[in-house]
């Protein structure tokens, strides 16, 4: 059930992820806030399967086992890299793409592959956050970043598709930009700002 409840400031979260990637940049982009996060990885909490056909649907999925396991609010992403000549995809396949070894130079390569000599470079990162309670309460917010593909990969910042996404304004990919500028423009970025703006309560904690 989604309602306006917010969370509160200082308060202790769980981010409902294993990826370290994602657990650096949620720290830094939430260090201010005073927010405290334990990710799913550090508490041993099992990965569920995402079966739903949205990004909204698969964070909440994600989001909820989380704060259910663990009796605290549980913040969750789910983002994908969704490219114009693939009709969107790879989207929530993003991960998967990368097979069963997270191998990313794989999934950059099948982008590449399946785009072929298309003129249409087009493609946007983006990201859904879900905020749940263990009571099943949810909370949304959603970013997006809008940019091309580039080929061949550049750069050995960032993770995922990173090396193969040059955001619109740049000639840089993401791999290429500080941590502090990706943040800046990023779809996570984006996406966080929302939440803090309307998930988050501005009273002291």
């Known amino acids: 059930m989604t309602s ?3 969370l509160n400031r200082g308060e202790r979260i ?3 992820s294993h990826n ?3 657990l ?3 720290r830094a982009l939430l260090a201010e806030s005073g927010i405290e996060i334990v990710s799913a990885a550090e508490l041993g909490l099992p990965e569920p399967e995402e079966t739903a056909e949205t990004f909204e649907g698969n964070a909440a999925i994600k989001a ?3 704060a259910k396991a663990t009796g605290l609010p549980a913040l969750s992403d789910d983002s994908g890299f969704c490219v114009a000549a693939l009709d969107g995809r790879p989207g929530i396949y993003s ?3 990368a097979g069963p070894g997270g191998d990313m130079s794989i999934a950059m390569q099948r982008v590449h592959d399946e785009m072929g000599a298309s003129p249409d470079r087009h493609a946007a990162f983006v990201a859904v956050l879900c905020l749940a309670w263990p009571d099943g309460t949810t909370r949304y ?3 997006r970043c809008e940019g091309e593909v580039c080929w061949p990969p550049k750069g050995d910042q960032g993770h995922g598709y990173d090396p193969i996404f040059i955001p619109q304004g740049d000639r840089r990919s993401f791999a290429e930009l500080s941590a502090d500028e990706k943040n800046a423009i990023s779809h996570r970025g984006r996406a966080l ?3 803090l703006a309307t998930c988050v309560s501005t009273d002291p904690a």
């Open 4 to 6: 306006e409840r917010r």
């Open 14 to 16: 769980v981010l409902a």
């Open 20 to 22: 370290k990637g994602k």
């Open 24 to 26: 650096v940049e949620f």
């Open 64 to 66: 909820l086992a989380a």
């Open 95 to 97: 991960a998967r793409w």
């Open 141 to 143: 917010a959603e970013g």
């Open 193 to 195: 700002e929302r939440f």
